[in-house]
């Protein structure tokens, strides 16, 4: 039971709650029973939230009970999950850090108000890096989430509790934050789709903030059309966050158009970037090609700043998350280290035994760069970057409508691979130049790597405010690739006749499909 | 590898940042740090003559506001609930200065 | 210790001010909608905003924005049309987010200054001749104002364990967050401020005009105005800046204006030694008179200051800025200028009937009355001198409230001009008025104190007066004129105070002729 509900799309359980096929309560206890089955194994959650599960369900049957469910949206009766970076009344914050470990929050952040408003069933918390400080959740003091196609293997972070969780079918949709990578990488990883939208599209209110002019929440989800319902709902100007704005569109409205006329730019410098693995560079020129085939113009583009954007997204993220993290001093909430006489003591105890080695880094780096001495070699300059890098994207999106690229150079690296944090963050290096210019971005999944067997995802990028570009084309790529594609351990036979599509393999090459078998062979 | 910061440095900017960092800690952090400052020179190396920062990543956006209305916010138990020590309804610090030096 | 006047001979102080002000006219606070309020009852005006809980955002007040540009034109401001806040970073739990959210550099208002005339005898603290020197012994000068800033107000501590309530040898502190996130003005002055009078008066026209503008209340004792003061000392005729030392939190005009003169007193006898002034953070001590370091919290001067980016940058159009222009109230200094134009009060006279909005708006009121016009300088005197003094005799007098009313005030002094009391007779009404809640004219006929000013009684009083003299009365004509004093006495004493003393006078000159 629990897998054909946890390989169900958003769209599907809303259609069946319509339909009376099931009730929202017995298919919120599949769904909850499907985590804690799957969850043993994958760790994609921190906390389970049954009672407000139930509660929710007990909701939508009465909704569906008295005939107000039809004029509900289309999330209603959706169970969603939230990465534990969004305040959730009366549920733990943990940040997956011990700073937060008991820290229960007094409000809702208005992203997942929003889900909430639309119907959505809350089933939990999911496991991220500490703080989102980092790309593959190892530095979660909770311990590793394990990447659902092979659990040797990291799902991507920072959110990938929420990346997991949907790859592996126990939940259809989970939102997530991207600061420099934190949604697409792991959607990449895990074969889902992701979406960063526009800053400024999503609110930020609620959500613990890493590098506030870098931070922005999407969705993840199995399908395309799942992503855009979701960001349809949690779009839009909050009074609350002043960086917020007004948007109010139905990202679903052009997913069946087609890319023809489309100008889709790709980036001939990013093609050949060293560290480039050949599986991800084949499955992107094979995307690029299947796009063309289906009408669409390729035109190639320059992004030529796009090789400052690492430096300077390490110096913006740390400094804001420097001092973004100050308010974490054992006063008001979090952790305390008891017994000390003077309030410097208390204080440096605390922060050093309550943030891990990460956050250490990251706080250590912000106060250095801000320092009045330093300011002017890092900080500054790496705002007047981000003036550089922005302008290369909007005299990029002159030429084209969207454009198309890696979302990280390699598929998914095995759990403790990569100790060394310089090296970790030049991984990011296709994701945050979208982050410092505030454009959207998204990781569409593009089937398995030749090489590797692991999925791979496509980066579609988006004019500033015009995110319905990149859903348009994403539609595109799944109706190539397939979509609804759970983690082949968690997709049951009932999963594989409600997939819509056949896999295919990320070179392009026709109905190649991997079998689960191939993929997991000698790994356990 | 190019040495930005020294221990010494880094043991101030812990100081700063108010993080207890240990004698044996010192070492791996200031080795980090130096690293992870070789990987930002790039930006240094830039010619930004001219070039306005963007501090905002907003467009245009500008003179948001709110108006001055009183909204609920917290009750008292809510303010104080995830407090480590309260007492007389407010939240307690050690001492600030340690006692009379 | 060294007089203040003798350490002004040889040594020039330079001084500037940081003058806080909440903004306490607002319904909410600056960067969160909870209650403007900090009075109440512990942690009972907070939000996850100003407790700086995880994912909370800050969300500034338009009408704050519209407070400081109205101060920033009542100041000569320049108002900056492209501002920013900016995170000033410091780990200490009296701000939330262990950062406090002002400005940068650039502020909403740059570039002003006020004119403060010093009246004697406090303008002899200036040993300089001042140029603009008044035939009143008064002068003028001109304070720039470096900036004014828009922030969040910290929150407040109790300290527990130490000597009476101070951080020094506390075991622990508790905090209120009500305070934290209130919005808080903050101008700093140019340091172009020359005597301790000159700080005092600098503070005192800065609260006329916030008053006058009525976006706060500016209470020194409660705590919404309040005022940094920083001092250093040069010797006369040169130009070099010394070490200067700032006082803290100061919470009256009296002190500010006392505790500077201390500090010059103090740093003139270092440096006339021969040594050296320590930059410090001091407080002073009002019982004591005498300024003592300070302990303080900052353990770095590096804020880490940069914009913030949770909030947008301001852009104030024209529009917006003549918009608030046409809010202005009319100023003190207008008001003054006009008293003195349509109703030939003196500058002095002008300058203190504008000092208190409270005094203003009687002053005003009185004016419309009938007759009032050519009563204008004795009324001026009575809301001056006898009504301030009657404010520190009586206790819960508000001038404006109560049995004093605009009408009896004017019909008091008419009394006097009619010489129908005496002025000494117009305390006494007055106070009257208060405690019984009736007319002047009322009072006057119950109390029996109408002014004898009719010449034949008078006249039978001088009579018998030379009569029962004839020695003193000898004097007088033999040249000790010195006497008149004697007989105006006796005459008086007669009359049990209510004679006219011009007519009595006129009366005993004629007649000892």
Redesign the interface.
């Known amino acids: 039971m629990s897998d054909i509900f946890g390989t169900m799309s958003a769209a599907q359980i809303h259609q069946g709650l319509a339909s009376k096929e099931f009730s929202a309560a017995e298919m919120t206890d599949a769904i909850l029973s499907g985590i804690d089955a799957a969850d043993k194994s994958i760790h994609a959650f921190l906390q389970v939230t049954p009672d407000l599960a139930h509660e929710a369900a007990q909701k939508i049957d009465q909704a569906i009970a008295s005939g107000d469910f039809e004029s509900m949206g289309p999330l209603a009766g959706v169970p969603c999950a939230y990465k534990d ?3 959730l009344r009366d549920t733990h ?1 943990t ?1 997956a850090s011990k700073m ?1 470990e008991n ?1 229960v ?3 809702t ?1 208005t992203c997942v108000q929003d889900t909430l408003d639309a119907g959505c069933i809350p089933v939990g918390k999911t496991n991220m890096d500490e703080f989102a400080f980092g790309s593959t959740t190892e530095s979660s003091v909770f311990g590793p989430t394990k990447n659902p196609w092979d659990q040797t293997r990291v799902p991507g972070g920072s959110s990938g509790g929420s990346a997991a969780a949907v790859a592996a079918g126990m939940v259809p949709v989970a939102l997530g934050s991207d600061t420099g990578g934190s949604i697409r990488q792991p959607a990449g990883f895990c074969g889902v789709v992701g979406v960063k939208p526009t800053y400024g599209v999503v609110s ?6 890493f ?3 870098l931070d922005q929440v999407g969705p993840f989800a199995r399908n395309v059309h799942d992503a855009a319902e979701m960001l349809n709902a949690i779009q839009g100007r909050d ?5 917020s704005q007004q948007s109010a569109k139905d990202f679903t409205a052009n997913l069946d158009e087609g890319v023809k006329g489309m100008k889709v730019g790709v980036v001939p410098a990013f093609m050949e970037s060293e560290g480039l693995a050949p599986e991800v560079k084949n499955a992107i020129e094979a995307a690029a090609k299947h796009l063309e085939d289906a009408g669409a113009e390729l035109v190639e583009i320059e992004l030529p700043n796009a090789k400052a954007a690492i430096s300077a997204y390490y110096v913006l993220g740390p ?2 998350a ?2 973004n993290l ?4 054992s ?3 979090g952790y305390c280290d008891e017994g000390h006489k003077t ?1 410097a003591e208390q ?1 440096e105890a605390s922060r050093a035994k309550g943030f891990g080695a990460e956050a250490k880094r990251r706080i250590m780096l912000g ?1 250095y760069l ?3 001495n330093e ?1 002017h070699n890092y ?1 500054y300059p790496a705002q007047q970057i981000r003036t550089l890098i922005t302008q290369d994207y909007q005299r990029a999106f002159e030429k084209v409508d969207v454009i198309l690229g890696p979302v990280s150079p390699c598929t998914a690296f095995k759990l403790g691979e990569i100790t060394d944090p310089a090296t970790m963050y030049l991984f990011d290096m296709f994701t945050v130049p979208v982050n410092i210019s505030g454009n959207g971005g998204m990781s569409v999944p593009l089937g398995l790597g030749k090489d590797s067997s692991m999925p791979v995802g496509a980066q579609l990028i988006c004019p500033a405010f015009g995110d319905e570009n990149m859903f348009r084309v994403a539609a595109e790529l799944e109706r190539c690739y397939g979509s609804n594609t759970v983690a082949p351990d968690f997709a049951s036979a009932a999963q594989a006749n409600a997939s819509a599509g056949a896999n295919a393999s990320a070179d392009g090459s026709a109905s190649a499909a991997v079998s689960a078998d191939d993929q997991k062979g000698g790994t356990r | 590898m190019k040495k930005y910061v020294s221990e010494s440095d880094v043991a101030d900017m812990a ?2 940042a ?1 993080i207890g960092l240990s004698d044996e800690e010192l070492p791996k952090m200031t080795a980090d740090l130096n690293g992870i400052i070789d990987e930002l020179q790039v930006i240094r190396q830039y010619d930004l003559t001219g070039v306005t920062p963007t ?2 990543p ?1 467009g245009d ?11 609920p ?2 009750t ?1 138990d809510e ?2 609930k995830n407090a480590p020590k309260t ?11 340690g ?2 030096k | 210790m060294i007089s203040l006047e003798d350490a002004m001979k040889e040594w020039e102080p330079v001084i500037g001010l940081e003058c806080h002000i909440e903004l306490t006219s ?3 606070k600056m960067f ?5 309020e900090h009075g109440d ?8 905003v ?16 519209k407070d400081i540009v109205l101060t920033g034109l009542a100041t000569n401001c320049d108002i900056e049309k492209h501002t ?1 806040f900016y ?1 000033k ?1 410091y ?1 200490y ?1 009296d701000m ?4 406090q959210i002002t400005q940068g550099p650039k502020a909403f208002c740059m570039r002003g200054h006020l004119d403060l005339t010093i009246d004697a005898p406090a303008a002899n603290e200036r040993v300089d001749i001042p140029e603009a020197q008044g035939k009143d012994g008064s002068y003028t000068t001109h304070i720039g104002i470096h900036l004014i800033h828009l922030e969040e107000d910290a929150a407040k501590m ?4 130490g000597r009476e309530g101070r ?11 009500n305070r934290a996130g209130t919005p808080l003005m903050e101008l700093v002055t140019e340091p172009e401020m020359h005597t301790p009078e000159e700080a005092r008066r600098f503070m005192e026209k800065l609260r006329e005009i916030v008053l006058a503008l009525g976006i706060s209340d500016c209470s020194m004792e409660n705590g919404s105005m309040r005022a940094d003061g920083n001092v250093s000392l040069r010797r006369r005729g040169t130009e070099k800046l010394g070490t200067k030392t700032e006082l803290k939190n100061i919470n009256s005009f009296k002190n500010l204006h006392d505790g500077l003169a201390f500090e010059i007193r103090r740093q003139a006898e270092i440096l006339n030694e021969g040594a050296t002034v320590l930059q410090e953070t001091r407080h002073y001590d009002p019982s004591t008179k005498h300024t003592i370091p300070m ?1 303080t ?1 900052e ?2 001067a ?1 804020y ?13 159009s024209d529009e917006f800025i003549d918009e608030v222009r046409a809010m202005l109230p009319e100023l003190p200094d207008q008001k003054a200028e006009r008293y003195q134009k349509d109703w030939g009060l003196s500058s002095y006279d002008a300058r203190n009937l504008v000092k208190d909005p409270t005094i203003t708006a009687f002053f005003e009121a009185c004016m419309k009355q009938k007759d009032a016009q050519k009563l204008v300088k004795p009324l001026a005197n009575l809301l001056i001198n006898d009504v301030a003094q009657l404010g520190n005799e009586v206790e819960d007098f508000t001038l404006g409230e109560g049995p004093l009313t605009p009408e009896r005030a004017v019909s008091l002094v008419g009394m006097v001009d009619a010489q129908d009391i005496s002025t000494k007779q117009m305390y006494e009404v007055l106070k009257f008025i208060v405690d019984e809640d009736k007319d002047p004219a009322t009072i006057v006929k119950e109390h029996g104190m109408k002014q004898v000013s009719d010449t034949s009684a008078l006249g039978a009083v001088v009579d018998k007066v030379i009569a029962d003299n004839p020695d003193k009365v000898a004097a007088y004509k033999g040249g000790k004129t010195g006497l008149l004093g004697f007989f105006m006495g006796q005459c008086m004493k007669a009359l049990k105070g209510q004679g006219n003393p011009r007519a009595l006078n006129e009366l005993l000159r004629q007649k000892l002729q």
Request: hydrophobic share 35%; with cysteine; glycine share 8%.
């Open positions: 970076n969004m305040n914050t940040c937060l820290y929050s007094p409000f952040a930020r209110y609620g959500v613990v903030a590098g506030s002019s009074p609350k966050d002043c960086t400094c804001e420097f001092s100050a308010r974490f001093d006063v008001r909430y309030l204080y106060s801000l320092s009045a300011y900080y | 100081e700063y108010r501090f905002h907003i956006l500008s003179n948001v506001s709110r108006g001055d209305e009183v909204k916010g917290l008292h303010a104080l007492e007389d309804g407010g939240f307690v610090v050690p001492s600030i200065l006692g009379e | 607002l319904d909410s969160c909608s909870c209650k403007n009852a512990p942690n009972t005006n907070v939000c996850p100003c407790l700086g809980m995880p994912g909370a955002l800050p969300s500034p007040n338009k009408e704050a924005i920013m995170r970073g780990m739990p939330a987010k262990n950062f109790v300290h527990v364990g951080i020094e040898g506390a075991t622990h502190s508790i905090i209120d967050y302990r919290k353990t770095a590096d880490r200051m940069f914009p913030d980016p949770d909030l947008a940058p301001f852009d104030l």
